[in-house]
């Protein structure tokens, strides 16, 4: 099992879920906005359509906002030791968090490149765009 701190914390299951209303947040934004709009996205790629990457932007953008929080949650809980388990501190093995992080770290560096694609694509338009409008201007 993975003991995930965030998913056990936020259902309550490993103690207080209060701290980790944050996380219940987050849930909600990727059901409810990043999931849609990841559908909408893949089938706007699909069709090749330029007009989707405004809201790819912000999608990575949202995505990778929300996961580095989660990162930071795994990598600074504490790893399971004799002391951890005595004064029941919710913790990670090494294996755990091995797991955990092969898990999230995929919804950090994916979103992120996508991010910088889509800055970058949209870039690009901008500058045509600009550049036609002034060739367009001069003539």
């Given amino acids: 099992m993975s003991n ?22 987050f849930l909600a934004v990727e059901a409810f906005f990043q999931l849609p709009v990841f559908v909408l996205g893949a089938k706007g790629l699909w069709r090749d359509s330029r007009s989707i990457y405004v809201l790819l932007l912000i999608y990575a953008a949202s995505t990778t906002t929300t996961t580095l929080p989660c ?14 388990i005595a004064s029941k501190v919710v913790s990670v093995t090494t294996f ?16 992120f490149i996508m991010m910088v ?12 765009g600009i550049d036609a409008a002034d060739d367009k201007k001069s003539s």
């Fill in 4 to 25: 995930d701190p965030l998913i056990g914390s936020a259902l309550g299951i490993l103690g207080d879920s209060k701290p980790f209303v944050w996380f219940k947040t």
């Fill in 71 to 84: 990162l930071t949650v795994l990598l600074t809980t504490p790893t399971t030791s004799a002391q951890t």
């Fill in 96 to 111: 755990q968090r091995f797991l955990l992080l092969s898990s999230y770290i995929p919804f950090f560096v994916i979103p």
């Fill in 117 to 128: 694609d889509m800055a970058s694509r949209l870039s690009k338009l901008i500058t045509t």
